[in-house]
């Protein structure tokens, strides 16, 4: 199948900061990419939806101002988590999807631990 | 409004015995379902899933689910489990691929 990598794959920071994730597609083009959400014990949360060139579709109770993602090529999208605070410490995970509409497959990173001093 | 509801958080199997992962859903219009894998350090990796057509639905790595819209279920079936199946798996409901939503998992361990 293909392949998703993020990186880094764990990053530690201090509260007020920010943070940068990438996600890239290895070995497909990506013209849709999601970034999810995953808290202890708890199941993945959709965060947003970027497609390439264009910007992201947030999901109800995400900031959009906080959580920036940005997809300019169709192998490289960026999730920044910006001003990070405790709060913010969680598993961040992408996926992408390549062309051929809602029956492509997602295929997913293998997430970012991120946490928030 | 969709949701997925996986109510074993965590499952320990016997090698070589059967496995049944339970998986329940709500969803307005025609589900799309799937099965997914998480092993550490690893992404998820898509086991099977269900679009149309025959009920049951066969996998990879032995896996099978079966599609009962009478209870909303989709549950997870492997005849006999490998020391190497320890993993979370998650339930999943949308309209295709796109829009995914997520169960809370069930945590799979294998005793020897």
């Known amino acids: 199948g293909a392949v998703v990598s993020q990186h880094p794959s764990w990053v530690i920071c201090k509260s007020g900061t920010s943070v940068k994730i990438e996600c890239r597609s290895l070995?497909?083009?990506?013209?849709?990419m999601f970034w999810y959400r995953q808290f202890p014990k708890q199941s993945l949360m959709l965060m947003a939806t970027s497609n390439e060139g264009s910007k992201a579709t947030y999901e109800q109770g995400v900031e959009k101002d906080k959580f920036l993602i940005n997809h300019a090529s169709l192998t490289l999208s960026t999730l920044t988590v910006t001003s990070a605070h405790p709060e913010d410490s969680s598993f961040y995970i992408c996926?992408?999807?390549?062309?051929?509409?809602?029956?492509?497959?997602?295929?997913f990173g293998p997430g970012t631990r991120l946490t928030v001093l | 409004a969709q949701s997925v509801t996986q109510p074993d958080i965590h499952i320990t199997v016997s090698e070589g015995a059967s496995l049944e992962l339970r998986c329940n859903y709500s969803?307005?219009?025609?589900?799309?379902l799937f099965w997914y894998v998480q092993s550490p350090g690893q992404g998820l990796q898509l086991l099977l899933k269900?679009?149309?057509?025959?009920?049951l639905v066969q996998g990879i790595k032995g896996f099978e689910a079966e599609f009962k819209r009478s209870q909303s279920s989709f549950n997870l079936r492997k005849p006999s489990v490998h020391w190497s199946d320890a993993a979370e798996y998650f339930c999943a409901v949308g309209a295709g691929f796109q829009k995914l939503v997520f169960g809370t998992g069930t945590r799979l361990l294998v005793s020897p």
């Open positions: 996926s992408a999807t390549g062309t051929g509409g809602d029956n492509n497959e997602q295929f």
């Open positions: 070995d497909f083009q990506a013209t849709t």
């Open positions: 269900y679009f149309s057509g025959d009920t």
């Open positions: 969803y307005g219009a025609t589900p799309y």
